[in-house]
């Protein structure tokens, strides 16, 4: 359903008792890849749309090249 190429997909949803317990137990596990992941935790309310966005440029940054324009006036 999502048209290729696609270097980022955002999937976000309420937590539940049963969805953090998950989420710690899959954090207990070891991966393979873990430091090849960026992850950042959220610690403010109501940012779930910004921090999988900066999830998702942290995760792709071989892939875009990332330009800051900084205005001075």
């Known amino acids: 359903m999502v048209p290729s ?4 997909v955002l999937f976000l949803y309420p937590l ?7 989420r ?3 954090e207990n596990e070891k991966r393979e ?11 403010v309310d109501n ?3 910004t921090i999988g966005l900066l999830h998702a440029l942290g995760n792709i940054t ?5 330009a800051w ?3 001075r006036e």
């Not at 539940?16 to 998950?22: A, D, F, G, I, N």
């Not at 071989?62 to 990332?66: A, D, G, Q, R, T």
């Open 5 to 8: 190429p696609v270097l980022s």
């Open 16 to 22: 539940t008792s049963k969805t953090e317990e998950e």
């Open 24 to 26: 710690l137990q899959q």
């Open 33 to 43: 890849n873990s430091n090849k992941v960026y992850f950042m935790k959220q610690t």
């Open 47 to 49: 940012a779930c749309g």
């Open 62 to 66: 071989s892939e875009i090249m990332l």
């Open 69 to 71: 324009c900084i205005s």
